[in-house]
């Protein structure tokens, strides 16, 4: 079983749709959730960080089960800039020392006019 | 504006030579990783150091060096020894206490 999995997609979505990603890991230890977000051909950016109780910012809100050990990721009212990779990284084993992360493949996003 | 410069952004390199890939950050960050990502994977961990002059292993490191002479610099050296270094690399670096990663432009490297 990968660490982080997460469906590749591509979700492909008409302008204005609600989308929602999920994205599991495998080590109930881990502390640090995120989702990043990639550009093709560019580096990973930071979209937001994922909190216990959930979080919003904007459109986007994020989500953790700790119990089912599943992140989500919530996209309304979807724009054509926001098609991109979308990554759901997770701290690694030991990583409060080493700051070591783990990455899921990635879900990719195409929004369409 | 601070940040991580990475270069070249693309590289060619024939069968059997070692490349050396740049890292440079003026983050004043004490932590830096180097990650291969490659179509359809996820980004996997192929050094790292938290300090100047110690770095450790990650999860791909064979075919692999690295060095951490300064602080603001940690460079890759891709050798022989990979034997499918055609990639997209990415350099990251961390603030002491943070968990985020922030993430230079990367450097794709194909092997001919």
């Known amino acids: 079983r990968k660490e982080v999995e997460q469906d590749p997609g591509p979700f492909n979505v008409p302008e204005g749709a609600t989308v929602a990603f999920n994205c599991t890991y495998s080590n109930s230890a881990s502390q640090s959730f995120f989702w990043y977000r990639q550009d093709c051909r560019k580096e990973p950016k930071l979209l937001m960080s994922v909190y216990s109780s959930g979080n919003e910012d904007g459109r986007f809100t994020a989500q953790l089960n700790r119990a089912s050990q599943y992140i989500s990721l919530l996209i309304r009212d979807s724009k054509l800039s926001d098609s991109a990779t979308y990554l759901c990284v997770v701290n690694g084993p030991g990583s409060s020392n080493t700051g070591k992360l783990i990455f899921g493949q990635g879900t990719t996003l195409q929004v369409k006019p | ?112």
Not at chain 2, 18 to 30: A, G, M
Not at chain 2, 49 to 54: T, Y
Not at chain 2, 58 to 81: H, M, N, Q
């Open chain 2, 1 to 112: 504006d601070g940040g991580i410069t990475q270069s070249p952004k693309y590289l060619f390199r024939k069968e059997g030579q070692n490349v050396t890939l740049s890292c440079e950050q003026n983050l004043n960050h004490d932590a830096m990783y180097w990650y291969r990502q490659d179509p359809g994977q996820g980004l996997r961990l192929i050094y790292y150091s938290q300090i100047v002059n110690d770095f450790q292993k990650g999860d791909i490191a064979e075919g692999y060096s690295v060095s951490r002479e300064k602080k603001e610099s940690f460079p890759l050296t891709v050798t022989s020894a990979q034997k499918n270094p055609t990639a997209f690399y990415l350099c990251a670096s961390r603030a002491s206490g943070a968990n985020v990663l922030t993430f230079g432009a990367g450097s794709r490297l194909t092997v001919l």
